[in-house]
């Protein structure tokens, strides 16, 4: 039994193809999975379709984003723009799986140029299916949400005594 989640997908124009084969997956693993776009491979900004999902995510219309680009990692700079947003690059299934226990990732990008679509799946599924384990890694996904709320993280740069 799988815990069902609302996940949005974007991608630039490099990224397009894969991004349909893993919303296929995402689909028959269970998941309710929306394609924000581009809806064909012509030619898309990624800052563009990044930011857009990353948006929606921490406005709360999506559970998780599924991101794709050439490298996974211009798009991932996008969303990571976003205050409680937490874009995790993968190319493995262990980055994947801890940076759900530890960091609370949101999102996941990949790279179409980098990692093959069958890797992507199983990193995908790790990803889709690890809780994140709170407790003091709460403590710090908070420091690092009050830090991108507040740049100058003054607060932060005194507890950190020499
Ligand atoms: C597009 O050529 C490429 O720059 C893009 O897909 C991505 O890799 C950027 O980070």
Redesign the pocket.
């Known amino acids: 039994m799988i815990n069902k989640l609302k996940i949005a997908m974007a991608s ?4 397009y193809q894969m991004k349909k084969e893993l919303q296929e997956y995402m689909q028959i693993l269970g998941h309710d999975v929306q394609d924000l776009g581009p809806h064909d491979a012509t030619r898309a900004e ?1 800052p563009i379709y990044g930011r857009l999902a990353a948006d929606k995510l921490a406005k709360g219309e999506y559970d998780r984003v599924v991101l794709i ?7 991932s ?1 996008a969303a990571n723009s976003v205050s409680g947003v937490r874009c995790v690059n993968c190319t493995d299934a262990y980055t994947a799986y801890m940076s759900r226990l530890h960091n609370n990732s949101n999102a996941i990008s990949f ?3 980098v990692i093959a679509t069958e890797n992507a799946k199983m990193i995908l599924e790790t990803w889709l299916s690890t809780e994140f384990e709170g407790g003091r890694h709460a403590d710090r996904v908070d420091m690092l949400i009050e830090m991108s709320q507040f740049p100058e993280a003054g607060a932060y740069k005194a507890s950190v005594s020499s």
């Open positions: 630039d124009h490099v990224g990624y680009c050439g490298t996974g990692f211009g798009i700079l790279g179409a140029r």
